[in-house]
């Protein structure tokens, strides 16, 4: 539940693109298709690229890789504000997702478009960036494009002020469907349960293209990029552990997160805009134009400022990722799921040291933070004891190890306590 800041580092945002992770370089060309592309992106921090446990995305089977499977959203009959063209683009925003389409499919982030901010549709130009290699570099390019697009055109100051560069996505969408391999499933079994249509799974790839070490300068973290305030009232957050970076338990919030919404605005479009702007925000304007069509929402709202691009724009970069995920064999040929971690979730009869439990994963810490990223930066770095009752992950092959530890570290307490009475 991102408020998204588009720029350097968003995987569907705007200018910007989202999570740092691995990525391919599979060039397949996508067919023009008015389909749904990703979302906006807040401002991410880079997460770290483990080579032994995350592979570079690539368009063959590994051990690491398994054959990816086209969606199935069949079978939502009861789901909550279900229809066979619930998720179908809105009339009035096919130019809009067409752009974020092309962001997700056709341009890598070696690459943007110059384009208008108020109408997506119109891109002046395309921008090479390989040969750059400092962000100051990127964006002095940028501005020197922008400045002869303005000059050519005669712009003046307030159309010059709509130019806006856009950073391609299709490489980290790639990586962002190969990451999707491990948790994808799980969290479509969430959102059946919970009867909320499995197509909203695929906000994940705009909040964060399945990078669970995501956290935005705003606070939002974790592969749903939910803030805080957010998250408190559902007691997920403690001092040794943000359940916002479970990337399941954070599924689970956020299924109830998009129920409520819907309840709230009676449509998905307005419901998946208000996961990123606010429902109540989103309430307000709806009350206040008497219509609850996104794309007039769109159009007709004056205040670029309370309803600014990234909320103008998530629900089509919402469908852009659906679109291109969905047909992502037809957009990049070959394409493979990272096989589900080979994790066995284990509930602490006791509290631990981060150092004990990486025993458990032979010393390798980034992958004891792979399997556990909810734990937080007090327990990783700063020595906080794991709390008694957490629920941790460790390899399936040394779960028995893991218990024969805890059983004779609880007996020890245990024995510990009875002498001091």
Request: glycine share 4%.
């Amino acid at each position: 539940m991102s408020v998204s800041v588009l720029s350097i580092s968003l995987l569907t945002s705007f200018a910007a693109n989202s999570a740092e992770v691995a990525t391919t370089t599979n060039t397949a060309a996508a067919p023009a298709v008015v389909a749904a592309p990703a979302a906006p992106a807040p401002v991410l921090e880079a997460a770290p690229v483990v080579s032994t446990v995350v592979p570079q995305v690539a368009p063959v089977l590994t051990a690491e890789s398994r054959l990816w499977r086209q969606p199935n959203f069949k079978d939502q009959k009861n789901f909550l504000g279900y229809s066979e063209g619930a998720f179908a683009v809105p009339k009035g925003m096919e130019k809009q997702v067409q752009f974020w389409v092309d962001v997700y499919s056709k341009y890598s982030t070696t690459q943007g478009v110059i384009h208008d901010m108020d109408d997506v549709g119109i891109v002046y130009e395309v921008v090479d960036l390989k040969d750059f290699k400092t962000d100051r570099e990127k964006q002095k390019k940028i501005d020197a494009v922008k400045k002869e697009i303005a000059a050519k055109l005669k712009l003046n100051k307030e159309q010059e002020g709509r130019l806006r560069f856009q950073l391609g996505q299709k490489d980290r969408m790639q990586a962002a469907i190969f990451y999707s391999g491990r948790y994808i499933e799980d969290m479509e079994k969430i959102f059946r349960d919970a009867k909320v249509p499995t197509e909203l799974t695929r906000l994940a790839f705009v909040e964060s293209s399945f990078n669970i070490m995501a956290r935005s300068k705003v606070g939002a973290s974790g592969i749903w990029q939910i803030m805080p305030y957010t998250a408190r009232p559902y007691k997920m957050i403690s001092a040794s552990v943000d359940k916002r970076n479970h990337p399941l338990e954070a599924t689970k919030l956020a299924a109830k997160l998009l129920r409520q919404n819907y309840t709230m605005l009676e449509s998905w479009p307005l419901a998946v805009t208000g996961y990123n702007h606010g429902p109540t925000g989103v309430k307000k304007m709806s009350n206040e134009y008497k219509t609850k069509d996104l794309a007039h929402l769109i159009e007709n709202v004056d205040s670029r400022k309370s309803f600014g691009f990234a909320s103008r724009n998530f629900y089509a970069c919402f469908l852009a990722a659906l679109e291109v995920e969905k047909n992502a064999n037809v957009y990049f040929g070959s394409v493979v799921w990272s096989k589900p971690l080979e994790a066995q979730d284990l509930k602490l009869p006791v509290s631990v040291k981060y150092k004990d439990l990486v025993k458990w994963f032979d010393g390798d810490t980034d992958k004891a933070q792979m399997f556990n990223p909810h734990l937080t930066s007090l327990v990783t770095r700063r020595g906080y004891a794991i709390p008694a009752h957490t629920v941790i992950a460790v390899p399936k092959d040394k779960y028995n190890i893991a218990l024969i530890t805890l059983a004779h570290k609880d007996r020890s307490i245990a024995a510990d306590d009875k002498r001091t009475r």
